[in-house]
Each structure stands twice: as C-alpha cells, then as structure tokens.
C-alpha cells in the first residue's frame, strides 16, 4: 500500500463498515514498523486492502476490505491466502484477528478460510456495546498447500 492508494482504501472503508477508519487511523498504524498494508488491484484500481501487523509469533489482522463489487470474486480469499504463505513452522505461526459478532459475513468468510473462534471479547470496540470474536489460523505443515485460485487480480503488493 502506497499513499496514492489511500483515496481507493478510504472509499472502499467508507462503504464497508458502519464505523470506518479515517484517514489519520490508516497513517498512524501504517507509520509503526510492524504494521504492514496490503491491496489488491484490478486494471489499475484499488480493489481490496488488508493492514496487519507482525508480530513475533503471529499476523494480526487490524482491517481488511474488499470493494462490494469485487466481492465473491476471490480477492479476500487472495488476499488471505498471501498472508498465510508468510507464515511458518519456526516464527510467525498462526494469524489472529477480530470480527464484530454481528459481521456474519466475515465470521464465515474467515472460517471458511481456515480460521476458527477462539474467544469472545466482550465489549471489544470502542464505538459500541458490541463484542467481537478472536479468530485465529494456525499454521499446518502436515498440510498440502492449496493451489492458487485463478482469478482476474492482476497485483497483490505487501
């Protein structure tokens, strides 16, 4: 993630959640050392984001998007799968994140992916009463990898 992404990654926070990030929230992550930011693009045009951070034994999923028309069209599982081919058996091993309880959308699109609920936090966010779910992935090297989806993503970066 560049600067001249932010504009795209705005728009398509503004349209996703009902308490997006501003722009100031997207800098001051992206400016720590561990914090990482990811998009995928289509025709030159911002199409998901993902910001997370490393950190000795894991990823931690902070914000993740995919523009409402792309979505269903592999871009998260992309996404998602990139980030998991950064994981490994000796250091950073599982993937945490949260997602809100009423997100049934993300809760199945990460379980689907792998991930489980782990935990529930509860009065997790700070705009509202509401809880969140600890999803976690955890790293299998027993496991065959999946082979790659082929879609229309012309770049991942991050």
Known sequence: MIRRDMPEVLQIENDSFEFPWAEEDFVRCLRQRNCIGMVAEFDDQ?????????????????????????????????????????????????????????????????????FRAVSVLHDFYEDTVEDAYLMEYCHQTDVAQTSAITNRITRLAG
């Open 46 to 114: 911002v199409v998901g984001f993902m910001i997370y951070e490393l950190h000795q034994e894991r990823l931690h999923i902070l914000n993740f998007s995919v523009a409402k028309e792309f979505q269903r069209c592999s871009v998260g599982t992309s996404m998602v799968q990139k980030l998991v081919s950064k994981l490994s058996p000796q250091r950073r091993n599982r993937i945490m994140l949260e997602v809100r309880e009423t997100n049934l959308a993300a809760q199945l699109f990460f379980r689907d992916m792998d």
